[in-house]
């Protein structure tokens, strides 16, 4: 089985610049997470959707991060602009529902 | 709020000896509890899990945890660490019943093997 997938693995972008990743889930798995790990932190939630619907996004910085998962299937998290504290690894997760969350390697952000 | 406390940044044993990690949890209700696993460039791993019954769980690799309510605690445990044990360790909960599965995470430790 196929585990979660996640690109680019590595990016370095100026402050202001756009970003966007990208995250493929387990084939099947309903629900989709994006994390956000700042170095010496553990992941915190950025937004959850369930199939193609936001389910929590309370944490999700609006004003410049935004995310869709089109189709239930693959989703795109995308920062603009970014600034300098959205350096971090942004890890995408995905679950039967509300089971086992499997996570991607990761994508890390480097912002100067 | 739920917090979850991993109050030793870096723990550094030597290869064959036994390791505990600590996590502590403040929550109204008993929580469900997770050890997740992440090597360097890798995302994080599932160790083991508690949700109910038996307080002693077992995982992959060798670990085992233990939930002890009192003391709102549940330490990872490994009786003989090995080299590739090397990583960082986090401890997460999620609230029980709900049906979102969102967990708040530790901030983890760092384990050093010495050879």
């Known amino acids: 089985e196929a585990g979660v997938a996640q690109s680019p693995r590595y990016k370095i972008i100026e402050k202001r610049q756009s970003v966007a990743f990208w995250c493929n889930p387990i084939?099947?798995?309903?629900?989709l997470y994006w994390y956000q790990q700042i170095l010496g932190q553990g992941p915190k939630l950025l937004i959850q959707f369930q199939n193609n619907g936001v389910v929590d996004d309370s944490q999700l910085p609006k004003d410049r991060f935004s995310a869709e998962r089109l189709k239930g299937v693959d989703s795109t998290l995308k920062i603009q602009p970014a600034k300098l504290e959205d350096s971090a690894v942004y890890l995408c997760a995905s679950s039967l529902l509300a089971g086992d969350q499997y996570f991607g390697p990761g994508t890390r952000l480097t912002v100067l | 709020a739920q917090s979850v406390t991993q109050p030793d940044i870096h723990i550094t044993v030597s290869e064959g000896a036994s390791l505990e990690l600590r996590c502590n949890y403040s929550y109204g209700a008993t929580p469900y509890l997770f050890w997740y696993v992440q090597s360097p460039g890798q995302g994080l791993q599932l160790l083991l899990k508690y949700f109910s019954g038996d307080t002693l769980v077992q995982g992959i690799k060798g670990f085992e945890a233990e939930f002890k309510r009192s003391q709102s605690s549940f330490n990872l445990r490994k009786p003989s660490v090995h080299w590739s044990d090397a990583a960082e360790y986090f401890c997460?909960?999620?609230?029980?019943?709900?049906?979102?599965?969102?967990?708040?995470f530790g901030r983890g430790t760092q384990l050093t093997v010495w050879p």
């Open positions: 997460a909960v999620e609230e029980r019943g709900s049906t979102l599965g969102r967990l708040y």
């Open positions: 084939s099947g798995h309903a629900t």
